[in-house]
């Protein structure tokens, strides 16, 4: 599965983006995806994560109710509207894509098998 994630950009405090992330691959439909970012100095984290059926997500407590993760399996593609984005949101994004994740380490980078190339998210104040 290759990933190539999209969307990213300057927005100012309060706005909205929607990062996108094509995927190619056969069995893209088998596999979980997550959106995870990486601010500068700082670890990657978890944001996002949606399974294979589209009918179970979850989400960071920084982001509940701010950010939707969805995706379409006809279209390879997978998607994270970002609403009332904040500085802190500042980092760069990275869709990843994993088989047989469990719930419970749903959140784990290094449970996800392939990995985007990162779209740079900026928010000003």
């Known amino acids: 599965v290759q990933l190539q994630a999209s969307g990213g950009g300057l927005v100012q405090a309060g706005g909205s983006l929607r990062l996108s992330c094509a995927a190619s691959?056969?069995?893209?439909?088998?596999?979980?995806m997550g959106w995870f970012r990486q601010a500068p100095g700082k670890e990657r984290e978890f944001v996002a994560a949606?399974?294979?059926?589209?009918?179970?997500?979850h989400y960071a407590d920084s982001v509940k109710g701010r950010f939707t993760i969805s995706r379409d399996n006809a279209k390879h593609a997978v998607y994270l509207q970002m609403n009332s984005l904040k500085p802190e949101d500042t980092a760069v994004y990275y869709c990843?894509?994993?088989?047989?994740?469990?719930?419970?380490?749903?959140?784990?980078?290094?449970?996800?098998?392939?990995w985007g190339q990162g779209t740079l998210v900026t928010v000003s104040s």
């Open positions: 691959g056969r069995t893209f439909n088998s596999y979980a």
């Open positions: 949606i399974r294979w059926s589209g009918g179970s997500s």
């Open positions: 990843a894509a994993g088989s047989r994740i469990i719930t419970s380490v749903i959140a784990s980078p290094g449970r996800y098998d392939y």
